[in-house]
């Protein structure tokens, strides 16, 4: 499976920002799905992820009660929607696909990735 993700940019302190990442391929619905991000001198950490059928999601708690994440397998879209964005939420974004259930939560368990989206948020 191709992933691309798009979404990301630049916005000030509270404010919002949703996060697309498209899917190629028919067999999307068998994907467990995940958000990862990368900041400057850091190592890649686990956002959110999303079962097949969107009925488990997991989020990493500095994003709870701010990020949602969501599928539409009609569709073949992961979304992570980013509410009251701080500045240190600024990444990269990187969606991942894996065919297993969990979700998982390491990067190491997830077999497809997407190009990254860049979020800046400014103070």
């Known amino acids: 499976v191709q992933l691309q993700a798009s979404g990301g940019g630049l916005v000030q302190a509270g404010g919002s920002l949703r996060l697309s990442c498209v899917a190629s391929?028919?067999?999307?619905?068998?994907?467990?799905m995940g958000w990862f991000r990368q900041a400057p001198g850091r190592e890649r950490e686990f956002v959110a992820a999303?079962?097949?059928?969107?009925?488990?999601?997991y989020s990493t708690d500095s994003v709870k009660g701010r990020f949602t994440i969501s599928r539409d397998n009609a569709k073949n879209t992961v979304y992570l929607q980013m509410n009251n964005l701080k500045p240190e939420d600024t990444a990269v974004y990187y969606c991942?696909?894996?065919?297993?259930?969990?979700?998982?939560?390491?990067?190491?368990?997830?077999?497809?990735w997407g190009q990254g989206t860049l979020v800046t948020v400014s103070s």
């Open positions: 991942a696909a894996v065919t297993r259930g969990g979700p998982p939560t390491k990067s190491y368990e997830y077999d497809y």
């Open positions: 391929g028919r067999t999307f619905s068998r994907y467990t």
């Open positions: 999303i079962s097949y059928t969107g009925a488990t999601k």
